[in-house]
């Protein structure tokens, strides 16, 4: 059997690295843009918009960018955000600079603290992916519209990050050795 080529190895270590790489904790800047946490100019801008067409994982943050003297951000339960209610929010931050991390699987609901803008759409709902579906890019979240059914229990547990962590191994092992064995000849 011969030996590999330096530049062989080298490319196998590369694709290791970026394969755990991947699954880092993330920062999503809510909206895409410093401005965007306000009352959409229409339903078609919602923040549930830019919400379905990201990945969410378990340990990825939200930031938040707003005037704190005119508004502030609620976490609230399902219910609380279909009736827009602020009065008993999970969560009150009003800083200007938010940053909420996002710890388990399942919904999380938020609304403006300002009078009148969650009724005229200024609400979000993200999706945070179970450990099990941990790898990135594959496909987009489901839309919160699916969420105002029954409620997504969240995966917790030390079996199913022990799961998580099995499969993502498997993944790159097999990634490795198809790699390595292409390179050796």
Same mark, same amino acid.
């Given at each position: ?16 690295? /970026?394969?755990?790489?991947?699954? %880092?904790?993330?920062? #999503?800047? &809510? @909206?895409? *843009? ?11 801008? /919602?923040?549930?918009?830019?919400? %379905?067409?990201?990945? #969410?994982? &378990? @340990?990825? *943050? ?72 941990s790898l990135r890019g594959l496909a987009p979240g489901p839309s919160p519209v699916e969420l105002e059914g029954p409620s997504i229990a969240p995966a917790t547990g030390a079996a199913s990050r022990t799961v998580a ?21």
């Amino acid at each position: 059997m011969a030996a590999t080529k330096p530049s062989s190895l080298l490319f196998v270590v590369l694709l290791s690295a /970026s394969i755990l790489i991947s699954s %880092e904790a993330r920062e #999503f800047l &809510v @909206g895409g *843009s410093d401005s965007a946490w306000k009352v959409p100019p229409t339903t078609t801008d /919602s923040l549930n918009q830019w919400a %379905e067409k990201n990945r #969410f994982q &378990v @340990g990825d *943050s939200l930031v938040w960018k707003y005037d704190a003297a005119k508004d502030s951000i609620l976490q609230v339960t399902r219910e609380a955000y279909l009736s827009c209610n602020r009065s008993n929010p999970l969560a009150e931050h009003k800083d200007g600079a938010t940053v909420v991390e996002l710890r388990r699987s399942g919904a999380y609901y938020f609304i403006s603290g300002a009078d009148g803008a969650c009724e005229e759409g200024q609400k979000m709902i993200v999706v945070v992916m179970s450990e099990r579906h941990s790898l990135r890019g594959l496909a987009p979240g489901p839309s919160p519209v699916e969420l105002e059914g029954p409620s997504i229990a969240p995966a917790t547990g030390a079996a199913s990050r022990t799961v998580a962590a099995l499969k993502t191994g498997v993944v790159a092992t097999v990634v490795v050795l198809a790699v390595m064995s292409r390179l050796i000849v």
